[in-house]
């Protein structure tokens, strides 16, 4: 047990660049009490001394503000950044280099004894606030973004955004030059996301903009058959699409201008 807690403490100083000496690591990281607390609680369970071992993961839950079930099941080099409000339950697996951030919940989605709580491989990493539900399988490498809300498996190296939580990629949120030119024409940029991050708005409003082009270029043909049979059609110029200033929160005035 202490050979790995001597890994958990490496970890820290990997995942964690606040992290200054083992000591202030000891003393004041409770996501590494908790994991310490849990193996202990886990040998307990695993010996059948259920009491015993759900009192010391309730008097960890109590220091720590991280909840663990004994029943769970923990790799090596798992990481729990500030923690506060995580739970963990009792048929979760989690496996080797896993991160886990404050307010993630793996829980169950059912009264029924068995299998009822999350899978996570390896290398996994869930942002704050997410909230992985049910017995399905988190495959290698995957990242689940923060607040989301996952109730299906997850294929390898995926990333997670949402409620419920879809699969994105940077390419599908990135707009085409079609996109862009009709985006700005609207008054209205297709790709205001964070540095790295997909957003999935974005990719809704991508498509919008891809269907209005269509509908564009229908209308211009529609236009022209109609002169071509000798129909008549206003040729007043459409106005621009004008877009009104509105308030971001900051107190300043913004524009799609």
């Given at each position: ?62 220091m720590t503000g991280i909840e663990i079930h ?187 201008k």
């Open positions: 047990m202490f050979d790995h807690l001597k890994e958990d403490i490496k970890v820290v100083f990997d995942r964690d660049p606040a992290a200054r000496s083992k000591i202030e690591i000891l003393m004041s990281y409770p996501g590494i009490h908790a994991v310490f607390f849990h193996r202990f609680s886990h040998r307990l369970w695993k010996l059948n001394w259920y009491f015993l071992a759900r009192l010391t993961s309730h008097m960890a839950r109590f004994p029943g769970a099941v923990i790799g090596r080099r798992f990481f729990i950044d500030h923690g506060m409000g995580v739970v963990i339950g009792e048929t979760a697996v989690i496996g080797d280099d896993c991160t886990l951030y404050h307010g993630v919940t793996l829980g169950g989605t059912s009264w029924q004894k068995g299998k009822r709580h999350p899978t996570l491989g390896n290398s996994v990493v869930v942002g704050a606030g997410a909230k992985v539900l049910g017995p399905i399988e988190i495959s290698d490498n995957a990242r689940i973004g923060s607040n989301s809300v996952v109730v299906r498996a997850v294929p390898e190296g995926a990333t997670i955004v949402g409620i419920p939580g879809r699969v994105v990629s940077e390419e599908a949120s990135k707009p085409s030059p079609e996109q862009e030119a009709m985006a700005k024409k609207m008054g209205f940029d297709a790709y205001a996301a964070s540095n790295g991050v997909p957003d999935p708005v974005a990719v809704a409003i991508n498509s919008m903009l891809d269907h209005i082009q269509v509908m564009d270029k229908e209308m211009e043909k529609m236009c022209h058959e109609i002169k071509a049979l000798g129909g008549k059609i206003n040729e007043d110029v459409i106005e621009e699409m004008k877009t009104q200033p509105f308030d971001d929160g900051t107190g300043q005035s913004c524009s799609g």
